[in-house]
């Protein structure tokens, strides 16, 4: 009995961590798409695959240091602090994107795959870039 009472210990870490997390992602999506000058809800809803990959992409680019920031984060204010900082990532690489590609915007709406899976990969692989440096 001792064991499970030890291993449970983290629990309350656990839910904390977790809660805020989940906090984090629900702000991350709610900021991002107020950003976007798209409803990519709206689109995913009538079957749009580009919009279904950028958001995808940026969805797990952002996790991706949302988990770090937690794993390496010394409590929760840092974790919330690094989550801050990953989300503010996430955006400026919409807008480097977006200054890259000026009619990004008008492929996605328009359905037009490549530019969706380019705007999805370029956030996840800043995000896995973003994971990495946080190893304070």
């Not at 629990?11 to 997390?21: A, I, N, P, R, V």
């Not at 380019?118 to 896995?128: E, N, P, T, W």
Request: hydrophobic share 60%; aromatic share 12%; with cysteine.
């Amino acid at each position: 009995m001792d064991f499970l009472a030890f291993s449970l210990s983290g629990f309350d870490d656990f839910l904390l961590y977790f809660g805020l997390s989940i906090v984090f992602v629900a702000a991350f999506l709610a900021i991002y798409t107020l950003v976007t000058p798209y409803s990519e809800i709206q689109l995913i809803r009538e079957g749009n695959a580009a919009a279904a990959a950028s958001i995808s992409g940026t969805l797990i680019g952002y996790v991706l240091p949302l988990a770090s920031a937690v794993t390496h984060s010394i409590n929760p204010w840092d974790m919330m602090l690094w989550a801050a900082i990953a989300l503010v990532v996430q955006l400026l690489v919409f807008l480097a994107v977006r200054l890259f590609l000026p009619d990004l915007t008008r492929q996605i709406t328009d359905g037009k795959v490549a530019a969706g899976v380019f705007l999805g990969a370029v956030s996840l692989a800043a995000g896995i870039l973003n994971a990495a440096c946080m190893t304070y």
